[in-house]
């Protein structure tokens, strides 16, 4: 099976390509409007070609320069979900960048759609409870789209954090020849072809379907005691003497960090899906 070419978005310092090509993706191009991130994943992937603004980012621009895509992923900014914000939801300024990831998936019609971000977009807004969710999973179902998603936290995999974030994978309700799609691509057991992945659930899809059985995440958190976790990692304090060029380069490191994906949730992910595509072919 080839590998699924992969457009990366909002890709950060690229935790989320990191993850998806350790599984068997293909990275083909980033976007992503920071200078520092711009040149660590320059630095990293140099033949990669990185787009500055997902705002002007257009599916003719990306054939145009020879590229093709067979999946997207990325983590839209949450500064307007996050309830340490103002929760102006899907319409805020940093928030509402999911049209333009929307935009993308009309255009492009990918087969795999992976998207990070904070549980608050499950649970908000506080007057209307669930209706970010209902309005993001119902801009997946106008473009033809059913999805998955479970919380799943930096802990499951291993981390010393909790960082608990919502997983969303999206795919076509139906086949190229016009079936209904029997992707299954991070639902558990043998059903998806990926039993061994344990990122089970049950199917949810836009209608709001699904069992959610979190069980099968035990395996993926070790037995020894681990005390209390922070929500987020301790990124420590400067050490006092530092030039305030390095101060200054650390801050953004830290930062970047901050912002990142843990890559191996993206891998599990992918393995999952590469897993399920396979059962599909076989079948």
Known sequence: MARPKLLDLFS????????????????????EIDPFCRRVLAKHWPEV?????????????????GIAVHAICGGFPCQDLSRAGRQAGLAGERSGLWGHFHRLIRELQPQHVIVENVPDLLVGPGEQPGAWF?????????????????????????ARQL????????????DDDGRESNHRAIRGGSEAGAGETGLA????NWRGSGNGDQAPLA????????????????????????????????????????????????????????????ARDAA
């Open 12 to 31: 950060g310092i690229g935790g989320f390509s990191l993850g998806l090509e350790r599984a068997g993706f293909e990275t083909v191009a980033f976007c």
């Open 49 to 65: 070609p990185c787009y500055e603004d997902v705002r002007s980012l257009t599916a003719d621009r990306l054939a145009a320069d």
């Open 134 to 158: 209902g309005q993001f999973l119902g801009d997946l179902a106008a473009l033809g789209y059913d999805a998955e998603w479970h919380r799943l936290p930096a802990a499951a995999v291993g």
């Open 163 to 174: 960082r608990d974030r919502i997983w969303i994978v999206a795919y076509p309700n139906r």
């Open 201 to 204: 659930h049950g199917k949810r």
């Open 219 to 278: 395996r993926y958190i070790a037995a020894e005691p681990r005390g209390e976790w922070p929500p987020e990692p301790d990124v420590g304090r400067l050490v006092d003497g530092v030039s305030p060029e390095l101060a200054r380069w650390r801050k953004r490191a830290v930062e970047s960090l901050g912002n990142a994906v843990v890559p191996a949730i993206p891998e599990l992910i992918g393995r999952a899906i590469l897993a399920a595509e396979r």
